[in-house]
């Protein structure tokens, strides 16, 4: 199958001899525009759907025409007037970012433990951590609630934040785990031996060199709480609700831009959230 | 030095085994957290699916297997089971060759534009399903912005009615779970020595038998963890079935909500996960058998 090596030698630079020897043709140029054209509309479908979102939250008709013939706020005018939604805005950033400390912490103590001890059973134990990845969302959804009205404790933010933190966890484990491959222990023998103590060479040795990827993690973690809908809408009660079941209940009773405008909302901070803080490490990691 | 050097392992071992950070660091945690927070919710609805309904959502503790008794008997919860399986099966083959190719392209081009689309998939992957499964809504509706555009270029006379069909379902499905094809392939591909592919050529191979014989085969690993992330999650799905599909569409997810929120019978909700769940861990023991699974998950989750 063509490669874009294969037409850049076919390009203005490549030598015609280069041509012969890799048995450049054009239909391999043609197969490599079949697939550069595959991929654009591959961009369309996903690209597509949110781009007219974010237009038609500045729709002023409510029925939505396409396009919109003038733009409005009215929509963001409406949302920030109504608490139900500020208050699932802010219950999901609460969630969000408790859930991601917390999955952040437990995450690279588990994976250092991985990586630094030997112990039997390695790998069911890793299975372990990776299989909430491997039940489905409406099941761990049931069994939570199930398990959580059986022990008497009922739905509250912190009951939000331990299950988020559970269905970030593998990931989280994941990233940490692959930066702790590489990094070089006698780094930290090297501190010992020149007198710090234990808790010393962790936080000046340990802690910045796997720092990045704690911070990728705690973003992903983030992200994926902010999002979750499958089984969060059965950890929820009326003043925990997050964004994901307010848009759905919205969904189901009448569907207008008021929506649109509150997935923009949610796009940017799943968006922009992560990139600020993943552009604050790059920052870090230079000096 | 040589004093230095043994008194290492000595220090190290001292780190790991004398103080708190030991009992810190170790996989204890993460692994008791999985299993308070996933393995005993798992084994509850395993000995609730067992018990007797009560009202409101209460349950009886009391031994029975009426509960599994009326999913064998009653039709419609094994054929929904299938059909949500069958889904899976189509979106997954849906979202191979598209999503291979765009993994294929993103790994193979020199274009310099080819971060920023790399960070386009990653910033889709981000995206809240739900967000994904309603912008469908928005534009496949009788009154959504593709008939609004077909309609005023005079393409056709009447709407397309393509929303609430399987069609719309399927589409609004494989579309979102593109990025969990394309990352793992593009891993997979980007890592392929170019050089191999040239040599083939050069020794007479034809364009598909270079792809076939060697691209193809180093990048299978991308596309078993692609294939693993897209059917779980495409089997198992709730949000478009519910908000995509049509009146035929009937899928697992779905029921077991209706059947736990709607009907408040714990144990019938119970007893549905835990077949489906057990269908869903003999696919992945038989998966586990021909690859690594938790290669492939860690292909797919970093």
Not at chain 1, 168 to 182: K, T, V
Request: glycine fraction near 6%.
């Amino acid at each position: 199958m063509a490669t874009e090596s294969d037409h850049a030698t076919t390009g203005e630079t490549g030598a015609d001899v280069e041509r012969g020897y890799f048995g450049i043709t054009l239909a391999s140029r043609t197969k490599w525009n079949l697939i550069r054209a595959a991929t654009v509309v591959g961009y369309v479908l996903m690209l597509l759907p949110l781009v007219v979102i974010v237009i038609n939250s500045f729709n002023p008709s409510r029925l939505g025409n396409f396009p919109p013939s003038s733009l409005t706020l009215r929509w963001y005018e409406e949302l920030l007037a109504d608490t139900t939604m500020l208050r699932a805005l802010w219950n999901s950033l609460l969630v969000g970012i408790s859930a991601a400390f917390v999955a952040g912490l437990v995450g690279t103590l588990t994976a250092m433990g991985f990586v630094r001890k030997d112990f039997r059973m390695q790998n069911a134990l890793v299975i372990v951590l990776l299989s909430p990845l491997l039940v489905p969302p409406i099941i761990v959804g049931v069994a939570a609630t199930i398990f959580f009205s059986q022990i008497g404790i009922g739905r509250s933010l912190g009951w939000l934040i331990v299950m988020h933190a559970l269905l970030g966890l593998p990931y989280a484990f994941l990233i940490i785990r692959s930066q702790l491959y590489l990094f070089d222990e006698t780094l930290e023998e090297a501190a010992q031996s020149l007198g710090a103590d234990r808790v010393t060479t962790f936080r000046e040795v340990t802690l910045p060199l796997i720092a990045p990827s704690i911070i990728t993690a705690m973003v992903i973690v983030f992200v994926i709480s902010f999002g979750e809908f499958t089984a969060t809408q059965f950890w929820v009660k009326r003043t925990t609700t997050t964004v994901p079941v307010v848009i759905f209940s919205m969904l189901r009773t009448s569907i207008s831009p008021k929506i649109d405008a509150l997935a923009t909302v949610m796009l940017v901070v799943t968006i922009v959230v992560p990139l600020f803080i993943l552009g604050i490490r790059r920052y870090l990691l230079r000096n | 030095m040589s004093t230095e050097r043994s008194r290492i392992p000595a220090l190290k071992d001292r780190v790991m085994e004398n103080d708190w950070i030991r009992f810190l660091i170790s996989p204890g945690l993460g692994i008791a957290w999985i299993l308070l927070f996933l393995f005993l919710p798992m084994t509850i609805i395993l000995v609730i699916s067992f018990s007797i309904p009560g009202d409101y959502g209460n349950v009886i503790y009391e031994f029975t297997v009426e509960n599994y008794r009326r999913f064998w008997t009653a039709d419609v919860y094994q054929n929904i089971i299938f059909e949500s399986l069958l889904y899976g099966v189509v979106v997954t083959l849906l979202s191979i060759p598209l999503g291979y190719t765009i993994g294929y392209f993103l790994g193979r081009s020199k274009t310099d534009w080819k971060w920023i689309l790399l960070g386009l998939v990653v910033l889709q992957y981000w995206v809240p399903f739900i967000i994904r499964t309603y912008a469908w809504i928005i534009i496949l509706s009788n009154n959504g912005v593709l008939n609004q555009l077909l309609l005023g270029l005079d393409v056709i006379s009447s709407p397309l009615n393509i929303m609430y069909t399987d069609y719309s379902m399927i589409l609004g499905l494989t579309v979102s779970l593109l990025p969990f094809m394309i990352l793992p392939v593009y891993v997979s591909v980007s890592t392929i020595d170019e050089d191999q592919i040239h040599a083939a050529k050069t020794l007479g191979a034809t364009d598909f038998r270079a792809f076939r014989e060697i691209t193809l085969p180093q990048s299978m690993p991308g596309i078993v963890s692609g294939v693993l992330f897209v059917f779980i999650i495409s089997a198992g799905a709730f949000l478009a079935p519910v908000l995509l599909g049509g009146p035929g569409t009937r899928m697992i997810a779905p029921v077991i909500e209706s059947v736990f929120i709607q009907d408040f019978n714990w144990p019938f909700a119970a007893a549905l996960s835990i077949v489906y769940f057990g269908i869903i861990g003999f696919l992945l023991y038989l998966f586990n058998r021909r690859v690594d699974l938790e290669e492939a998950l860690e292909t797919g989750a970093t």
